[in-house]
């Protein structure tokens, strides 16, 4: 299973003609490229389910909600796709996006809600070195380099400024990306380096997943 190059130049042109008139006329690509893509994704559900429990994947809609936005183009550039990890024991979410050019797989805690992010912050404040040690593994290194996200520029309330951890207190989001060229994205072996990309977070998965299912003192908060 691979995805074709008609699916991103499909892409590629509907970002240069982002209308209705346009997309209409181009029915017929479009839902070749969106049935390319739901194969796709289903064929990497069904690989990463071999190593972790997923609830299931989605391909999200192309069509933009353009309510609320400057930007009145109706349609997305892009195809993205979520991997939800099943059960209240496991979090983090899985992630692919194709767009020409900007092609990517990550995953991680993109909005944490305000407890979850409370909650990770004091776990980094008391000890920082499990994940630490996780994002110096050589294999995380080598796919994502180093955890990303969005930060506050000084400490959030309630932390000291001068804590040894504050690079990772400060944080407000915790994610992975990995990028992928268009020739990656349409070769023969992108689905295994996608299933090797998202295999790859579970270390990250798992720590994190610990941390937001327990106290500080490690007990439980999740019921049975």
């Not at 346009?22 to 069904?46: D, G, H, I, L």
């Not at 992928?180 to 023969?188: K, N, R, Y």
Request: aromatic content about 12%; proline content about 5%.
């Amino acid at each position: 299973m691979k995805i074709q190059t008609e699916t991103l130049q499909f892409l590629q042109d509907l970002a240069a003609n982002n209308d209705r008139d346009w997309f209409q006329e181009n029915k017929p690509r479009y839902e070749a490229a969106q049935s390319n893509m739901k194969k796709f994704v289903k064929a990497v559900e069904k690989e990463l389910s071999k190593t972790d429990h997923l609830e299931g994947s989605k391909l999200f809609r192309i069509y933009r909600d353009v309510r609320f936005s400057k930007d009145k183009s109706p349609y997305k550039n892009n195809f993205g796709a979520g991997f939800t990890r099943a059960t209240k024991l496991r979090r983090g979410g899985y992630y692919l996006h194709i767009q020409p050019g900007e092609s990517f797989a990550g995953g991680g805690f993109w909005n944490p809600n305000s407890p979850d992010l409370k909650r990770i912050r004091e776990e980094f404040a008391m000890d920082d070195k499990p994940i630490r040690a996780i994002v110096a593994d050589p294999v995380f290194v080598k796919y994502f380099g180093a955890l990303k996200g969005e930060e506050l520029k000084t400490a959030p309330s309630g932390f000291d400024r001068e804590h040894p951890a504050i690079d990772l207190i400060r944080k407000k989001q915790y994610v992975v990306m990995r990028p992928f060229t268009d020739a990656e994205v349409t070769s023969e072996n992108f689905l295994e380096e996608v299933r090797l990309t998202f295999e790859a977070m579970r270390p990250f998965f798992d720590f994190m997943s610990e941390v937001l299912t327990t106290n500080l003192d490690g007990e439980s908060i999740v019921d049975a």
